[in-house]
């Protein structure tokens, strides 16, 4: 069973940066696209960006292009979520999985809370 620990969220001014984190065990990892998701209060949690399996191709949600970049690093079975320009509507909890056409595949780690003030 592969868990997935968040980590690196936290409370930011507007304009302001974080890098997230997110730690996979298992084997798999290294052959499977990566994902980041968000959930601000309320049901629904969206797609944020993706990342394939090599790291050679990424994609972003219109809403954080242009000012966050993940990446992954296969040997520590870890992506990465680097956030610039924080804005307060990027406030919620922030979640990483594996995933395929940007619908996760596995089971959801605790999430880890950004919030950014105006």
């Known amino acids: 069973q592969v868990q997935l620990v968040e980590s690196g969220g936290g409370l930011v001014q507007a304009g302001g940066s974080l890098r997230l984190s997110c730690a996979a065990s298992?084997?798999?990892?290294?052959?499977?696209?990566m994902g980041w998701y968000r959930q601000a209060p309320g049901p629904e949690r969206e797609f944020v960006a993706a990342?394939?399996?090599?790291?050679?191709?990424?994609a972003y949600a219109d809403s954080v292009k242009d000012r966050f970049t993940i990446s992954r690093d296969n040997a520590k079975n870890t992506v990465y979520l680097q956030m610039n320009s924080l804005k307060p509507e990027d406030t919620a909890i922030y979640f990483c999985?594996?995933?395929?056409?940007?619908?996760?595949?596995?089971?959801w780690g605790q999430g880890t809370q950004v919030t950014v003030s105006s």
């Open positions: 990342i394939s399996w090599s790291g050679g191709s990424t």
């Open positions: 999985n594996a995933q395929v056409s940007r619908r996760p595949l596995w089971p």
């Open positions: 298992g084997r798999t990892f290294s052959s499977v696209a």
